[in-house]
């Protein structure tokens, strides 16, 4: 019983994240550059007779955006009640030097 519950929870969830991951599937095809094919209104049939053109703009896109990221640094700040700033100091140090270590 408890089995067929946790199942129909994980096929609500797949049913709630499906239009993110047909959108993700799209994002993925346009960020490789997959050849594009213009499609009649119907949408199943290729059109003929066309000259289909892949332009690079998203993979620039993601490339500038991953560059972008890369380059971002993690800055420690400690707060609290009743911590002074030599207290504060010395936590940030070590939260720090362990993200060093590892």
């Not at 213009?38 to 690079?56: H, K, L, Q, S, Y």
């Amino acid at each position: 019983m408890a089995d067929i519950k946790i199942i129909d929870m994980v096929k609500t969830k797949a049913k709630e994240f499906d239009p993110l991951f047909k959108r993700m599937d799209t994002d993925k095809k346009l960020y490789f550059m997959d050849a594009y094919k213009m499609m009649r209104p119907d949408g199943v049939a290729e059109m003929e007779d066309v000259i289909n053109v892949t332009f690079n703009d998203p993979t620039t896109f993601g490339m500038r955006a991953v560059a972008t990221m890369g380059g971002a640094q993690r800055q420690t700040v400690v707060e609290g009640r009743d911590i002074s700033e030599q207290q504060s100091a010395i936590i940030e140090g070590f939260i720090d030097d362990i993200g060093y270590a590892v």
